[in-house]
């Protein structure tokens, strides 16, 4: 079942604000990422994580590795048009072992207002 | 680089045929693939995990002999939806990675069975 609860499920923004989203687990992660999905396509990896602690830029996104291993975050700075769509976190499980499945969260659905 | 493709990218079948999807990584090779389904305003649902030259894994609730699934080669994997309901319509979404490296996704297919 669902093992990461991502938050918010949904946001209405204005052009140009910045938007903050995380994802929380009970359980212990040692990878997180971050993709984004556009209406009919697959996601695209946007960041990866992959120690604790890990804070990595791309562009206007940062996210952060959670120092308990069981959180991240993604933020996004100056949103544009084009950031709109279904932001999903996902990570491999400590437990998942070399299988490395990813588990997904939920998703955010990012809506930018001009 | 890490590419992946689908095809088709949409397809609309009769109730009781059989769909076949492709899944290609074009340039890296693609030890494991997996399957996922999607429907409306959700996350991906693992269904599968295929190694190349090995059965795939299903997960727990999913007909394997239902959706057929081939890695017959490091670069292609086959989803085959047997005997299609309109309850399997939905948007497939196969990603593939490299070794231990991250997954890449492919863009999706929509299937639709009347």
């Known amino acids: 079942g669902q093992q990461l609860n991502q938050s918010p499920q949904s946001m209405f923004i204005q052009e140009g604000e910045d938007v903050s989203m995380n994802c929380t687990s009970s359980?212990?992660?040692?990878?997180w990422l971050w993709y984004k999905q556009d209406p009919g396509e697959g996601p695209v990896l946007l960041i990866a994580l992959y120690k604790a602690g890990e804070l990595t830029s791309n562009g206007r996104l940062t996210a952060q590795f959670g120092i308990t291993r069981k959180d991240s975050f993604l933020n996004i700075s100056a949103s544009i048009p084009s950031d709109v769509g279904i932001y999903f976190c996902?990570?491999?499980?400590?437990?998942?072992?070399?299988?490395?499945?990813?588990?997904f969260g939920s998703g955010t659905q990012l809506t930018v207002l001009p | 680089g890490a590419v992946v493709s689908q095809h088709p990218s949409w397809v609309i079948c009769k109730s009781g045929t059989s769909v076949k999807i492709e899944c290609r990584s074009l340039?890296?090779?693609?030890?494991?693939m997996f399957w996922y389904r999607q429907f409306p305003k959700q996350s991906l649902m693992l269904m599968a995990t295929s190694n190349e030259g090995s059965k795939a894994t299903y997960e727990q609730g999913v007909e394997k002999d239902k959706f057929l699934i081939n890695h017959a080669s490091l670069t292609l994997s086959t989803l085959t939806v047997t005997s299609a309901h309109p309850e399997d319509s939905s948007f497939y979404i196969c990603s593939a990675r490299e070794a231990l490296r991250e997954q890449y996704f492919g863009p999706g297919t929509r299937l639709t069975v009347t």
């Open positions: 996902a990570g491999h499980l400590l437990s998942s072992g070399s299988a490395r499945q990813l588990t």
């Open positions: 340039d890296f090779q693609a030890t494991t």
């Open positions: 359980s212990i992660f040692n990878t």
